[in-house]
C-alpha cells in the first residue's frame, strides 16, 4: 500500500512538475459547486501575464470571465461533456496593454478540473493576413496584370484587366494574346521589342490595344519575363496602365500651350528670361525701339550692355526677387535713337536661379506725370496738403500741409511721410499710400523726379470716401462671404446679352475657367451642348413667365467633362427694371452614381434570386405563395403560375414531419419568430417526398406586422438517403468489429493456455528423465521447445500490442527514464537466451535519459534486442549500445546506436523490415512484425528509427539500429 501511495505521489509531483515548466500558458480551474475558481498556472502563464495571473488566484470565472460570455460557455461545454473543446479567439491581455490572436484548448482532467491551454498565434495570423492581403493586392491594383506562358497564351487575368479591356477572365485565359488583344506598337519595331524582351528579360513602352468591343486605347506596358527556381525561363506577365485619358490631356495642352503662347506673343510688354546673374536666356516681343537688337544681346549680361546704374539696380532686384520670391519693379531711363524712353521692369520670381522680366514703355506716362507736375509746381492755395522734400528736408509746403503737419520749409520731414520717402527714392517709383491724422484719413501720391533731387508729395482729404467704401466694403465682403460659403454654383448673368455678373468661388472651382475666363464668356451657351441649350432656353422662357424654374442639365467644364447638375434659377430685377438671372447648381454627380448603383444592383440580386442554386419562397399572411426562384420549380416541378395558384401547405406530406411540422413553423413565423435550418418533408408534383432544410426570415410593415416571409429551402434527400445507410454500414461495422474483438480475445487465451501447458509438459519431461542417457537430447529439445514457447509469446503479445495502437485514438504519455528501460531489456534477454554467448556493452546507462513516452518502450528495446541475437550466427554475440545528443529540424534527440555483429541487412532490405508484412523480402528468420510495432511504436513517441551498416559499405559485418527520441527537461 505504501508503494502505491509512494509511485501516487511520484505520480503527481512529476505531473505538476511537467505543468510547471510546460512552455505553453496554462491555466487550472476547479469545479466548485456551480463555479469554477482557478487554482493554479504553470510558469508561461506568469511570463505573459507579466505576474499579474498570481493576483486571480482563487478567482471565480464568472467574476473573470464576465464580460466573455464565450469562454464561461467552453469551459462549462468541456467539463460536461468530459471532453476536449479547441477554439481560436481574440484576447486583450491588460497587462500587456495589446490584444493578441491564441489558440485555445480547454482539457478536462477527472475528476474536477478543466485546463485551459492558450497558445499564441498572433504572428501566424498576421503571416497570414499578411498573404491574404498580399493575394488581394493583385486583384485590387488599379493596373491590368497579365501573364503568359512562352507562346503568349493567357494565363491569368485580374479584375483590372476585366475593367480595361473589358474581357471577363474565363473569356479569354488558354486563348493567345495576339488574337485578343493584339499590340500595335507607334513608337516602336515590334521585332525590336521582341528581340529586347528576350534578350534582357524585360521591356516597357507605349503600345495601342483594342478593347472588347474594338475601341483602340493608349496602354504604357511593363513585360518581364518569368523563371522558374532554375532559372528556366517559363512565361511572361505584363503590368498594363490605360493611358487614354493621360494621351487626350496632353493633346489639349499642347492645344492650350499653343492658345496662350499666342496670346502671350500678343502682349505689348517685351519679355525676358534672365539668370541669376543677369544673363538674358529668352527674348519675346517687338524688336522696334529696343535699346540694343536681340542678336545682340541674347546669353549676353545685361549688367555688360546697359548703362552701369541700371546694370546694377537690375542684378540688385534679381538678388531680391529670388531671395523673397516677391515681384519687385524698376523704372529706368535709355536714350534710344537722341531721344529719352522711360521703362518699367517688372521682375518675377521662377526658380532660385532664374527670374522673368516684363518691360513697358511708360515714356508717354511719364509725360503726363511731369505735365501735371508743371501744373502742381505752386499750388499755395490748393486745400489738400502739397509738399516737395528732398531725402532730407522739405523744400516747399503749401498752407494746407503746415496746417496740417505743423511745420514748414527747411524742416525735416514729418515723421509719417519718412519712410515712405525714401522707398521711393530708393524704387525711384510713385508711391501711394494712405495715412490717419486728427481723425482724417488722406491719401498721398509721392512721385520722385530722380534727375532733380527731389519729390513731389499731393495729399488728399479722402475722409468721406473712404468712411463709404468701408461701409461698401463691409457689405461686399458680407456677400461675398455668402455667396463663397454655399456648397453650390451661384452664377448670376443677363439673359439678353449672356453676360457674366456675378458668381461664387465654388463656379470656378467646377469649371475650371478663371475670373477673366468668366467675364469673357457668354452664358449659358458657353458652358452645355446644344440639346442641353434647348432645355435651358425653354426654362429661361418659363422664367421670365413664372419667376422661378428648376432643371436637369450637364455643364461642361473647361477639360471638357460633363458634370449633372440640378439648377434652380430665378429672375432678378434691377432699380432700372434689367432683368437678370440667378441660377443656383448642385452637383448631382453622387447622386446619379448612387441611382445608377441601386438600378444595377436591383437588376444584380433580381438575377441572383431567380439564378441562385437554392430554392426561395415568399409566404404571405393568408399562406399564399407570393413569389418563387426557378430553384423552387426545379425543387418541385410547378411553375410559377401553378405555385400561384397554391397554398404552401399543399406543398407539404401528410406526415409528422411534413404537415404538420408545417404549421408549426408557420405560426412562429407568424409570431415574428425566425426560423433556422428545420428539416421537412415537402411533396413534389409528381408525389415523390423530397427532405429539405428549411429557414424562414419574417418581414414587418412599419407597424410591426409580418406582411410576408422569405424562406430558403436547401434539398437534403440525398444527404438523408446518405444518413440513413451510413446508419445501416455503422450497425454493420459494430457487430464485426465486437466479433473480431471477441476472436481476438479467444485466441490470445487459447494460445497463451497452449503454450503454458508445452512449457509446462517440457518442464516436467527433463525433470523425469533425470540423469538418463536421453537426458542431454532431451534437455536441448526442452530448450528448443521452451525457445518456440516463448517466440510464440512474444509473437502474441505483440499482435496484440499493434492491434491496441491501430484502435486507440490517442495514447498517453509521460515523462520517463530511457536507461531504465534499457536495462530492463537487457536483463530481459540474458535470461531468456541464456544457452547462448552473449556479450552486450552499454556507455553511461547508469546516466538519466528524459523523454515523453510509457511502458511501450520496453517493447521497443526488447524487440531490437532479440533481432540482433536471431540474426546472429557467431558463437559470440557482440551487442554494443550508445547514447548522444543530436539535433534534427531544429529539435533536440537523443540519439541511441544498438549494434552487433550478426548477419546484417542489406540495402534493399534496410526500409522493408520495418513494414508490416512482406516477409519473404523480410528473411525467413522470424514472424514479420517485431520491427514494424518498433516504428509503430516510435511513431507515437515523435521518434525515429532506421539501420545502417555497422562497418559502412559491408552489410554482412553487422547492423547498426539507431533510435532517435526527443529531449524533455
Request: glycine share 4%.
Amino acid at each position: 500500500m505504501k508503494s502505491t501511495e509512494k509511485k501516487l505521489r511520484e505520480s503527481e509531483e512529476r505531473f505538476k512538475a511537467l505543468f510547471k515548466i510546460s512552455p505553453v500558458p496554462t491555466y487550472a480551474w476547479q469545479k466548485v459547486g456551480v463555479s469554477f475558481k482557478l487554482i493554479d498556472y504553470n510558469n508561461a502563464a506568469d511570463i505573459i501575464t507579466q505576474g499579474n495571473v498570481q493576483n486571480y488566484l482563487g478567482i471565480k470565472a464568472s467574476e473573470m470571465y464576465r464580460e466573455r460570455l464565450d469562454i464561461l460557455e467552453d469551459i462549462n461545454s468541456c467539463f460536461d461533456k468530459k471532453t476536449t473543446v479547441v477554439r481560436e479567439m481574440k484576447y486583450f491581455f491588460s497587462s500587456l496593454k495589446e490584444e493578441k490572436e491564441l489558440l485555445v484548448k480547454y482539457a478536462f482532467l477527472p475528476p474536477d478540473l478543466v485546463l485551459v491551454h492558450t497558445e499564441d498565434i498572433t504572428a501566424r495570423k498576421r503571416a497570414e493576413e499578411k498573404i491574404q492581403y498580399q493575394a488581394k493586392l493583385v486583384e485590387d491594383v488599379s493596373d491590368a496584370i497579365v501573364s503568359s506562358d512562352l507562346d503568349f497564351n493567357i494565363v491569368s487575368w485580374n479584375k483590372a484587366a476585366e475593367s480595361i479591356y473589358g474581357w471577363k477572365a474565363e473569356e479569354v485565359i488558354g486563348k493567345n494574346i495576339k488574337d485578343t488583344i493584339p499590340v500595335e506598337y507607334p513608337y516602336d519595331d515590334q521585332e525590336a521589342v521582341l528581340k529586347q524582351f528576350f534578350e534582357e528579360g524585360f521591356w516597357k513602352g507605349e503600345v495601342i490595344q483594342p478593347q472588347k468591343d474594338g475601341t483602340p486605347i493608349n496602354i504604357l506596358t511593363s513585360v518581364s519575363l518569368i523563371k522558374d527556381i532554375k532559372g528556366n525561363q517559363v512565361g511572361a506577365v505584363a503590368i498594363n496602365r490605360d493611358i487614354s485619358e493621360r494621351k487626350l490631356v496632353e493633346q489639349k495642352l499642347k492645344e492650350s500651350e499653343s492658345k496662350f503662347r499666342s496670346i502671350f506673343e500678343a502682349i505689348p510688354d517685351l519679355y525676358f528670361l534672365l539668370s541669376e546673374d543677369t544673363t538674358i536666356l529668352d527674348f519675346r516681343g517687338k524688336k522696334q525701339n529696343l535699346y540694343v537688337q536681340p542678336e545682340e544681346f541674347m546669353w549676353k549680361k545685361v549688367v555688360d550692355l546697359l548703362p552701369p546704374h541700371i546694370g546694377e539696380q537690375t542684378m540688385n532686384l534679381i538678388k531680391k526677387t529670388i531671395m523673397t520670391k516677391q515681384p519687385q519693379n524698376l523704372e529706368y531711363e535709355l536714350l534710344i535713337q537722341n531721344k529719352i524712353h522711360y521703362f518699367e521692369g517688372r521682375y518675377f520670381y521662377l526658380s532660385k536661379n532664374r527670374v522673368s522680366c516684363f518691360v513697358r514703355d511708360i515714356t508717354e506716362r511719364k509725360k503726363i506725370e511731369k505735365e501735371i507736375s508743371d501744373l502742381a509746381k505752386f499750388p499755395s492755395e490748393n486745400p489738400n496738403p502739397v509738399l516737395r522734400v528732398d531725402k532730407k528736408k522739405i523744400l516747399y509746403i503749401n498752407q494746407s500741409g503746415r496746417n496740417l503737419f505743423d511745420t514748414t520749409e527747411g524742416s525735416k520731414i514729418p515723421i509719417l511721410l519718412e519712410e515712405i520717402i525714401v522707398e521711393a527714392f530708393d524704387d525711384n517709383t510713385t508711391k501711394v499710400f494712405e495715412i490717419e491724422v486728427d481723425d482724417k484719413i488722406y491719401s498721398f501720391d509721392i512721385a520722385p523726379i530722380q534727375q532733380e533731387g527731389y519729390a513731389n508729395i499731393y495729399g488728399q482729404d479722402i475722409t468721406e470716401r473712404k468712411k463709404s467704401e468701408i461701409g461698401l466694403n463691409i457689405e461686399k465682403q458680407f456677400t461675398e462671404d455668402i455667396l463663397n460659403s454655399s456648397l453650390d454654383t451661384i452664377f448670376v448673368f443677363e439673359p439678353e446679352t449672356g453676360k457674366a455678373l456675378r458668381w461664387n468661388k465654388v463656379f470656378n472651382e467646377m469649371t475650371g475657367y478663371s475670373d477673366e475666363e468668366i467675364s469673357s464668356m457668354k452664358a449659358p451657351d458657353s458652358y452645355y451642348n446644344e440639346e442641353d441649350l434647348k432645355v435651358s432656353s425653354e426654362a429661361i422662357k418659363r422664367l421670365k413667365e413664372e419667376g422661378k424654374t428648376t432643371l436637369e442639365i450637364s455643364l461642361i467644364t473647361k477639360d471638357g467633362r460633363r458634370i449633372p447638375y440640378e439648377y434652380k434659377a430665378t429672375v432678378l430685377k434691377d432699380p432700372h427694371g434689367k432683368f437678370s438671372i440667378v441660377s443656383i447648381g448642385r452637383d448631382m454627380t453622387e447622386r446619379k452614381e448612387v441611382e445608377q448603383k441601386l438600378k444595377e444592383s436591383e437588376i444584380i440580386f433580381r438575377d441572383l434570386y431567380e439564378e441562385a442554386p437554392n430554392a426561395y419562397f415568399s409566404i404571405g399572411p393568408e399562406k399564399s405563395i407570393i413569389r418563387t426562384n426557378k430553384a423552387a420549380e426545379r425543387l418541385l416541378g410547378y411553375t410559377k403560375e401553378e405555385f400561384s395558384k397554391l397554398k404552401v401547405y399543399e406543398l407539404y406530406t401528410d406526415t409528422k414531419y411534413g404537415l404538420e411540422k408545417a404549421e408549426k413553423v408557420f405560426k412562429q413565423f407568424m409570431n415574428g419568430e425566425a426560423i433556422k435550418d428545420i428539416e421537412l418533408q415537402m411533396k413534389h408534383k409528381n408525389g415523390n417526398t423530397v427532405w429539405v432544410s428549411l429557414s424562414v426570415k419574417p418581414i414587418f410593415d412599419s407597424d410591426g406586422r409580418v406582411i410576408e416571409s422569405r424562406s430558403m429551402v436547401l434539398d437534403i434527400t440525398e444527404r438523408k438517403n446518405t444518413e440513413e445507410a451510413l446508419k445501416k454500414s455503422e450497425k454493420k461495422y459494430k457487430e464485426a468489429y465486437d466479433k473480431a474483438n471477441f476472436y481476438k480475445d479467444l485466441f490470445t487465451h487459447d494460445m497463451n493456455n497452449i503454450l503454458q501447458i508445452i512449457n509446462s509438459s517440457a518442464e516436467i519431461i527433463g525433470f523425469q528423465l533425470g540423469d538418463s542417457e536421453m537426458s542431454m537430447y532431451i534437455e536441448n529439445m526442452t530448450k528448443m521447445i521452451k525457445n518456440q514457447v516463448d517466440r510464440g509469446s512474444k509473437l502474441i503479445s505483440n499482435v496484440r500490442t499493434l492491434t491496441e495502437l491501430d484502435e486507440q485514438e490517442e495514447i498517453s504519455t509521460k515523462q520517463v527514464n530511457i536507461s531504465k528501460f534499457l536495462n530492463s531489456s537487457i536483463n530481459f534477454v540474458k535470461k531468456a537466451y541464456i544457452g547462448k554467448n552473449i556479450s552486450i556493452f552499454a556507455e553511461k546507462l547508469d546516466q538519466k535519459y528524459y523523454t515523453n513516452a510509457n511502458e511501450l518502450l520496453q517493447d521497443v528495446f526488447d524487440n531490437i534486442l532479440i533481432n540482433s541475437i536471431k540474426y546472429n550466427e557467431n558463437l559470440e554475440i557482440e551487442i554494443s549500445i550508445k547514447i548522444s545528443k543530436q539535433i534534427m529540424d531544429g529539435k533536440n534527440y537523443f540519439k541511441l546506436e544498438l549494434s552487433d555483429n550478426g548477419i546484417g541487412v542489406s540495402d534493399d532490405r534496410k526500409d522493408v523490415i520495418f513494414q508490416r508484412g512482406n516477409r519473404e523480402l523480410k528473411g525467413t528468420k522470424g514472424m514479420g512484425i517485431g520491427l514494424s510495432l518498433v516504428k509503430k511504436i516510435l511513431e507515437i513517441f515523435e521518434g525515429k528509427i532506421w539501420v545502417e551498416d555497422k562497418i559502412k559499405g559491408d552489410y554482412t559485418k553487422g547492423s547498426n539500429f539507431i533510435v532517435l527520441l526527443p529531449e524533455v527537461n
